[in-house]
Structures are given as C-alpha cells and as structure tokens.
C-alpha cells in the first residue's frame, strides 16, 4: 500500500543514475520527500528534476522535498559531515536505500591493481557499513527505520573473473543478514534486494567508457531495467510496519 510512503523521507545512495534514480522517482511519485546522493551533482541535478516533474504528475499533497547531496560514501570524513549538507526540514530520514555500488573489469585476481580491490571495497562495503551505522543511530533513537542495501546475485554466487566484486557482494550480504537479527527488537526493518543483470550505466563503469563492451554483457538476453529493481524496492518499502522483507533475488526471465 504505497499510501504507506506518503510524507515519508528517503535517502538514497547512487542516486545520480541506474537504480538509485528510477528509485528516487518512484519514491518521489508515491508521495515521499528524497534526498539524493552520489558524487556527481550535475547528474543528480537532473533526478531531481524528474522527481519535481513526477511529484507534480501525482497530484499528492505530501512530499515533494527533494535535495542533491553531493558526497563520496568512501570518505568516511565525509559521512561524518552528512548532516551538515542535509536540509533542515530533511533531517528525519525514514528509509535508507544503500545503492552506491560498482565493479571495474573482469580480470582474474593476479591482475587486479590494489587501487581496484580498495576502491571496490571502500565503497560497496565500507561506504555501505559507514551509512548503516550513521542511521541504524538515528533509527534507534527515532524507533523507526527501515534500511534497504542492494547486494546482488554475486552475494551468493560467484564467478570467473569477478573476485572482488564477488567479495564485495558476499560482505553486503553476511553484514545485512547479521544487522536484520541483531535488530529484531527494535521496531528497524532491514531487506536486501539481489538482482541479476539491469541494464544502467554499471556495466559502462565496469568497462571504464568502452559502450560496445558494456553492450556485450547484455547479449541474447532481455535485461532488467532500473524501474523493474526501484518497484521491489519501494514495494519492500510500503509493506505494514510488522512485515520485513528480508530478502528478494530478481532475475531477467531469460538469465540463467
Ligand atoms: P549505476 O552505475 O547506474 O549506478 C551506480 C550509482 O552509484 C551511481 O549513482 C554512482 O554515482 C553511485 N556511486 C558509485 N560510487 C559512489 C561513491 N563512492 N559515493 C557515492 N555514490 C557512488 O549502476 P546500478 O544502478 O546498476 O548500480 C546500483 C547498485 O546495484 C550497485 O550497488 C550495484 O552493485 C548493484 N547491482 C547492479 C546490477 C546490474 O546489473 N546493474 C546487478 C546487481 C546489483 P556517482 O558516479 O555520481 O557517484
């Protein structure tokens, strides 16, 4: 019942394209106030845009605050300043979507430069780690809250030429499941949402620009797309207060 989502604040984190901005609109549709971060505040200057445009669309009343926030959730530093960038009527946050996540190449593990393996892990684990900990705070004190981390397939499976980012993924989910126990007496709800393969800009990050190899990964297949993974996640979202989704594994109909 997305009536659940009116008025509520969402913050969002990778929200400047792929999942995390098809996840800012929808909040932003269902009546929500988002704030939207990432590092690249000309990108996120234009979702917020089309939240503005899909919040007039939906005629509610509720909602309707939208705020870029420029920020790196590998700079520790920085999260500890997260607050001072928020705007003063944003400051309760009522869902946290910890998106920010990516992968660079598909080399086997003796070819992975140390910049790589760090940058993987500062953010899709403790980028992730540092935000969680910040709001699982706010959320105690407040008796409210609801975290949403995006792992993925490659938190259960790994692959050929997918170490690190594998690693990454396995981190994310042994650290959601673990919190979603330690947090069954408080009223904080904690889901990890698991896709196969959506087609954003993930896979041109994974080949650093290169369009034709980022196109390959998709072949003979009909990808998910943003929408499809923003739906689970504001239907984990809207759920009645007592119901957790713990987990959800979304895959293409025609991925293996
Ligand atoms: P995109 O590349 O489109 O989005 C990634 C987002 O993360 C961008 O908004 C990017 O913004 C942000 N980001 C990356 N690094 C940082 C950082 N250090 N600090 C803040 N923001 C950061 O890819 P997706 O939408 O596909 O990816 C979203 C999540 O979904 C990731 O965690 C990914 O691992 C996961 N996933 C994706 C799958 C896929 O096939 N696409 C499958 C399974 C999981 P900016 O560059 O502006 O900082």
Request: aromatic share 8%; net charge neutral.
């Given at each position: 019942?997305?009536?659940r ?11 400047s394209?792929?999942?995390g901005a098809?996840?800012?609109v929808?909040?932003a ?9 990432a ?23 509720e909602?309707g ?30 869902i946290?979507?910890?998106n ?13 430069d ?6 993987m ?15 699982v ?12 981390n ?19 993924k ?23 949402i ?14 650093k ?5 980022a ?11 943003g ?28 991925q293996a």
């Open positions: 019942n997305a009536s989502l009116l008025g509520k604040t969402v913050l969002i984190t990778g929200a394209s792929g999942i098809a996840t800012a929808l909040f549709k269902a009546g929500s106030n988002v704030l939207l971060l590092r690249r505040e000309d990108a996120l200057k234009e979702v917020q845009q089309a939240c503005i445009a899909a919040h007039k669309e939906s005629g509610l009343k909602g605050n939208f705020a870029p926030i420029q920020l790196d959730v590998s700079d520790r530093a920085a999260i500890a300043g997260l607050w001072s960038k928020v705007p003063s009527n944003l400051r309760k946050v009522d946290l979507v910890n920010a996540g990516y992968v660079i190449g598909r080399e086997h593990v003796g070819d992975i140390e910049s790589v393996v760090d940058g892990f500062a953010t899709n684990v403790l980028g992730l780690i540092a935000m969680t900990q910040l709001f705070k706010e959320f105690k004190a407040q008796k409210s809250g609801h975290i949403i995006i792992g993925s397939i490659a938190g259960f499976e790994a692959y050929v030429g997918g170490s690190i980012y594998c690693a990454t396995f981190a994310v989910n042994a650290f959601t499941t673990s919190m979603r126990k330690e947090l069954v007496d408080t009223p904080i709800r904690v889901t990890e698991q896709p196969a393969m959506v087609e954003t800009e993930f896979s041109l990050v994974r080949f620009g290169d369009v034709n190899a196109k390959s990964v998709y072949a003979g297949l009909q990808p998910l797309t929408q499809d993974i923003a739906e689970e996640i504001v239907w984990a979202a809207s759920r009645p207060p007592h119901v957790n989704i713990a987990s959800e594994v979304i895959f293409p109909t025609n």
